[in-house]
């Protein structure tokens, strides 16, 4: 059973930057999907960005395209979601979340983590 905890969120103005980790934990990662959502109050939860563990090409959402990027430390078995130029409307819940590659569905969920950008 995999285990995510996300940290890294806080509160910064526009145009700042955060970088928000995922660690996994309790069996080996290389053969899942690592994936980062949000939500905003009052709106559903999306997609932000997603990419295998052993690497290939990532997916953005359009509305962080060129701002987001994703990385990962493989002997850290840790995550990154590195967020630049940061919007107002960027303010969210992000968590990080898991699926076995090909699967469907994120099975596994982190508690979630507060990024708030306001000035």
């Known amino acids: 059973q995999v285990q995510l905890v996300e940290s890294g969120g806080g509160l910064v103005q526009p145009g700042e930057s955060l970088r928000l980790s995922c660690a996994a934990s309790?069996?080996?990662?290389?053969?899942?999907?690592m994936g980062w959502f949000r939500q905003a109050p009052g709106k559903e939860r999306e997609l932000v960005a997603a990419?295998?563990?052993?690497?290939?090409?990532?997916y953005y959402a359009d509305s962080v395209k060129g701002r987001f990027t994703l990385s990962r430390h493989n002997v850290k078995n840790t995550g990154y979601l590195q967020m630049n130029s940061l919007k107002p409307e960027d303010t969210a819940v992000y968590y990080c979340?898991?699926?076995?590659?090909?699967?469907?569905?994120?099975?596994?969920w982190g508690h979630g983590t507060q990024v708030t950008v306001s000035s």
């Open positions: 979340a898991a699926k076995i590659r090909g699967g469907t569905d994120y099975q596994t």
């Open positions: 990419i295998a563990w052993t690497g290939g090409d990532a």
């Open positions: 309790g069996r080996t990662f290389t053969n899942y999907v």
